[in-house]
């Protein structure tokens, strides 16, 4: 059966294959938080001619239902279709992030004093060609030369294949490479005077996969690509992919798809480049616990089961092959080390960027993009815990939600007196949902014009005709053009006021664990997408963030990734984050006492105890 | 195309295929010392019907022609075809080695006072399980109890990918499988109380590969199995492999043909026993030089070009599937190390078979296989070279020359009167060919019956029938019945004699080399296949073993076999085969100033100077 877009465009769906599953397998991905189980109605598709069989309309309201949209993960083809996909409803990727934005990196790399030392490392070697009198073998004449300079390395089949000839080839006057981490040798090289080879620092969100193509001769950043993990047709959050990897029996599955998205990613960059993927040869992964799992395969059952435990923390140095990683075969992939089962390599790295972890200053690190991470501490010690503050700062969970793409609202603000919003968009084009940054605006602005309560509730007494009774109880319009609406509804706002007391009961919960007052806190590092677009100013007024001096909040990018990068540049960044990890210490807040107080306190906008925040109190009495 | 046999058994030939290449497809291997070149003349069938092309008649005779004989690799058939092969063209493997010989194999182990640690250790845990409070990831988990252990271990990824369920499947109790050499940890299991787990001891030699399947929990012998090495169509000698594999670009073929054999004699083995081959977990390979090369796939050029360097000696422990034998897949596979590009492992298993390097008298070991290989020493010194005797002993290049199997001429004695044979037949049928024992026996009979001279030429005044002119010459009619004559011709003569010659030298410049008479020689073992039949008295006369008391000599069997065997249940005995491999001084007899002149003068029966001799002296002036 074939299914047309308005565009021309034509694909195949085979017999019994949901529209969903039919466009998964072309590679058009549409939005579906639940993984196509029909229950969070984001899939919309319009079917413009022909049969189609429903099997559930699911949240559809009746509108939606008369205008011809079904849920593409409930509908089966009968025959020949003619769709069209709803803009809202097509995953599309940020922005390319501007190469020009990586350049401070270098900087930080310098300011670690450490020296380039990718992952393998190049020994010049000229040995004595053999003769009737020294006739030992190739091996033993190697090992003779190494012995001298002290180096023991392990001599892998692979390696040993191409001994003979590289030796001879090159008149015994070689490069040896080697993986200092493994002790394994892995090739006889030409020598050159002036080498070039590449490396891929990789950052494996839960929602994103980005990949900086570096030069590691010169720590050169030459391209950086990005694109979502297509891991999220099996759920948006880890929680909901380590069921599906488990219990849905689909670990491979998970793990083929996001190599399968590092490897798009490499291919074109490569052609664009005129780089071998042959000479790339070294890789390594920044994300959490569960994207390390997922990526090497590794049963994830058991970091979703208390008492939470991951396979690995600390994961050896293995190859690209193991990984399916389509570059040189034997290229070391270094894992970021984790700390715990909702503490990843994703935070580590955030850690190494900050370098919160060298500076006598008590600096609070936060990095909030499908779940939220926390790190406090200074360069004598570090705690961290993770707080479950879900995906809807990333759109999940929100009606209208989406990420902080093109055709977001980013940004609104509520005329006191008239209750009417006025909206930023990114890429000032017309928007065609909400992100994370907008969320929290339009919850400061809706409490602060009185349209909610401190409790988040709609307040009866606000006279606005936005104000209205949808489908899932009060909402509130932002836009409206064209009978399609931007809103926020009563659930929505409770999933908002959710999250930020997640985020805010977790800080606080690790500063009561260390006995810190929130003022002895004197930087904040914001990081995650999501950081870059948010209002401090609303998002401590919303009760988020702590009410403290608003110049101490930094906002740091995509920190996973620049971990990644620094790491593949030096075996010193590497020991630097292994060291990082282990000087962090784990709060699960899940099962500590006081947690659920602390929780239940944040529900309120901004807090329960407006004593913590003071410059809140005062606005709010001013 | 289809050729038919008279059993009725029926095979395809491909179009421009050789019968000598239709046949090696389907497993039908036929004698042919030059691999297919039309040059050796052995591969002889006879065409009973059908159409063929035949390119080259070789060395057939005009008689053998009008027969229907044709070369099968000079021969192409062009329609279907019957075609009968003749019992001598047939390449057969030697009896079934009796599991029965083999017991004494657990008492040599016993005597080095060695215990039973194969390849893969096993170490019993008991961690405690993961608890909120103990919550590291399991890969640090077991680190730590090992490291209370003092056992520090590197994990490949598939070790990681089955530690989580292998760890809570048996309740934090496990066996710990791990390989000491490569310091790998390759999984954990359920503690079993009587562990039940087998090994493979192979003997890779160029022309048979044997297989001891071993209980390695006791060391018995299940079963053993034995085959021609299939690479044998690439050539009869390592000279000639070397050759294919290099300049013919066969390296690749020819590794798969002998991991093929091996494979070959697993599947059978494993079925009779109802041993499931995942429980194999172990091998040992033993073999000369370029046999381990070949097997491993390593380019062996440079082990034929001077200086002579392999790529290796001593090979690290690589896995089962690195090599392709279908056992467990990481199960470790153990080289016994070689010496030099032509002493290899199988002569290092020798001197551990012999236990020679422990004793306090000079012992003088000979490998005589399709090359021949000799130590000397004892406990405090070893010193080894290899003669190219070439194949002859196993019927290479030898007119009506086989390996020692039913129907060869084993024995032959000649009455000193009338010239008339008297021969013994292995198996007691009709004689097919005659074997290296049957050669010696033939060539000192005909020297001390006169017929044939001290350069080993036909004697002009013997008056008998028996010697004719031949095709190649004068011959000896040995057997003859309906035609089927066994011979010995002028050059089968000379071949046997310069064969011997090459092993006396070669033993006599050792000798020299340490400064030793041949008197200090207190025990000589022989091993190879071969040396279960040969005659001491005759061999001595001959000139191939030195003049000294009979009792001193020991038949070993294939000691090759046996050193795998005892590397392959323990790790002291890997590391004496090490200790052994790096006490052995080897000695490059074709560039020693002198070989030459010991070689010619061992061209003679039995030698020039017959004070070498002193038995064989007396006993031709009595």
Not at 206 to 218: F, G, H, K, R
Request: proline share 4%.
């Amino acid at each position: 059966m074939k299914i047309t877009f308005p565009d021309g465009k034509e694909i195949e769906a085979g017999e019994g294959q949901s529209l969903y599953e039919a466009f998964k397998q072309k590679g058009i991905y549409i939005t579906a938080s639940c993984g196509g189980k029909g229950t969070c109605g984001k899939c919309k598709v319009r079917v413009l001619d022909g049969a189609v069989r429903v099997e559930n309309y699911g949240k559809l309201t009746q509108k939606e239902k008369e205008s011809g949209l079904v849920l593409a993960c409930q509908s089966f083809p009968e025959g020949d279709l003619s769709v069209e996909i709803p803009i809202e409803s097509m995953l599309t990727v940020g922005d390319k992030i501007a190469i020009s934005k990586t350049r401070d990196l270098f900087e930080l790399f310098i300011t670690y004093k450490a020296k380039l030392s990718p992952l393998i490392s190049r020994l010049h070697l000229e040995l004595p060609p053999p003769t009737l009198d020294d006739n030992i073998s190739d091996l033993e004449r190697l090992k003779r030369a190494l012995d001298e300079k002290g180096i023991t390395l392990s001599y892998p089949y692979d390696f040993m294949k191409g001994l003979a000839d590289g030796m001879r080839q090159n008149d015994w006057n070689v490069f040896l490479c080697y993986q200092k981490e493994s002790g394994e040798a892995l090739g006889v090289e030409e020598p050159v005077e002036k080498p070039c080879y590449y490396g891929l620092a990789v950052d494996i969100g839960t929602t994103t996969v980005v990949v900086y193509l570096v030069d590691i001769c010169d720590g050169r950043i030459v391209d950086v690509g990005s694109t979502y993990n297509s891991q999220m047709r099996f759920g948006d959050d880890v929680i909901t992919r380590i069921v599906n990897a488990t219990e849905g029996g689909e670990l491979t599955a998970l793990r083929r798809a996001v190599v399968a998205d590092i490897n798009d990613l490499i291919g074109p960059m490569c052609e664009s480049h005129h780089i071998n993927p042959d000479d790339i040869e070294s890789v390594v992964i920044s994300g959490n616990t569960t994207m390390a799992h997922l990526f090497w395969g590794l049963n994830p059952a058991y970091i979703r089961e208390e008492p939470y435990i991951p396979t690995a923390n600390t994961f050896p140095v293995w190859k690209a092959k193991d990984a399916g990683i389509r570059i040189r075969k034997d290229a070391p992939v270094y894992t970021v080390p984790c700390v715990a089962s909702y503490v990843g390599g994703d935070i580590v790295s955030g850690v190494l960027a900050t370098k919160m972890h060298l500076n006598e200053e008590i600096s609070l690190f936060m990095d909030i993009g499908t779940n939220g991470e926390i790190v406090i501490g200074n360069k004598d010690w570090l705690m961290t815990a993770a707080c479950s503050a879900g995906p809807c700062f990333e759109g999940g969970g929100i009606k209208n939600g989406m990420r902080a793409t093109e055709g977001a609202i980013e940004s609104v603000k509520i005329d006191r007196e008239s209750l009417e919003p006025e909206i930023g968009v990114i890429g000032d084009s017309a928007p065609i949902g909400i992100c994370g940054s907008g969320m929290i605006d339009a919850v400061t602005e809706m409490f602060l014009s009185g349209i909610i309560d401190q409790r988040g509730k709609f307040n009866p007494d606000a006279k606005t005709d936005r104000i209205r009774e949808g489908d899932d109880g009060l909402e509130y319009v932002i836009f409206s053009r064209d009978g399609r609406d931007i809103v926020l509804t009563q659930v929505d706002i409770e999933n908002i006021v959710r999250a930020k007391a997640a985020i805010y009961a977790g800080v606080s919960m690790l500063l009561k664990e260390v006995g810190f007052p929130f003022e002895m806190i004197e930087r904040v590092y914001i990081a995650g997408g999501f950081g870059n677009y948010i209002d401090v100013e609303k998002a401590i007024v919303m009760g988020m963030l702590p009410d403290i001096p608003r110049e101490r909040f930094r906002f740091m990018g995509n920190t996973s990734v620049a971990g990644a990068y620094l790491c593949l540049l030096s075996e010193k960044m590497r020991r630097e984050a292994e060291r990082v990890a282990s000087m962090m210490t784990y709060i699960e807040l899940s099962v500590k006492g006081g947690y659920m107080d602390e929780f239940m306190s944040a529900m309120f906008l901004p807090h329960t105890e407006m004593e913590q925040f003071p410059s809140v109190k005062a606005m709010l009495q001013g």
